[in-house]
Nanobody, 129 residues
Framework: VQLQAYGGGLVQAGGSLRLSCAAS????????MGWFRQAPGKEREFVAA????????YYADSVKGRFTISRDNAKNMIYLQMSSLKPEDTAVYYC???????????????????????WGQGTLVTVSS
């Protein structure tokens, strides 16, 4: 089971980036997934989460209105569209999957990193001022 995050890079403040996360090794289409980030010297923090159906989505207050999480279950992919980027968004971004969750309704996802059992390697986003 692997999660591969990519799409990070250097962008000026106010710019946009789209992060992608490719899941392989098993189907992820019935499991919640999320994005987290870790800035230098700081703890990992929640960014966004999405249920397997896409019917439940959460955002951190700091990114609400600027970031959009989405998924394509047919392709085993999740995405994070980031716009109006700020220098404080600079961090390594990780995608994560909650493969232990049995959720028949498709309405569950979590903001807690401890509920995710598979993590990608991270992709660096640097926002210059």
């Amino acid at each position: 089971v692997q999660l591969q995050a990519y799409g990070g890079g250097l962008v000026q403040a106010g710019g946009s980036l789209r992060l992608s996360c490719a899941a392989s090794g098993r189907t992820f289409s019935r499991y919640p997934m999320g994005w987290f980030r870790q800035a230098p010297g700081k703890e990992r923090e929640f960014v966004a989460a999405i249920s397997w159906s896409g019917g439940k989505i959460y955002y951190a207050d700091s990114v609400k209105g600027r970031f959009t999480i989405s998924r394509d279950n047919a392709k085993n992919m999740i995405y994070l569209q980031m716009s109006s980027l700020k220098p404080e968004d600079t961090a390594v971004y990780y995608c994560a999957a909650d493969l232990a969750r049995t959720d028949y309704s498709g309405s569950y996802c979590s903001t807690l990193p401890d509920e995710y059992d598979y993590w990608g390697q991270g992709t660096l986003v640097t926002v210059s001022s």
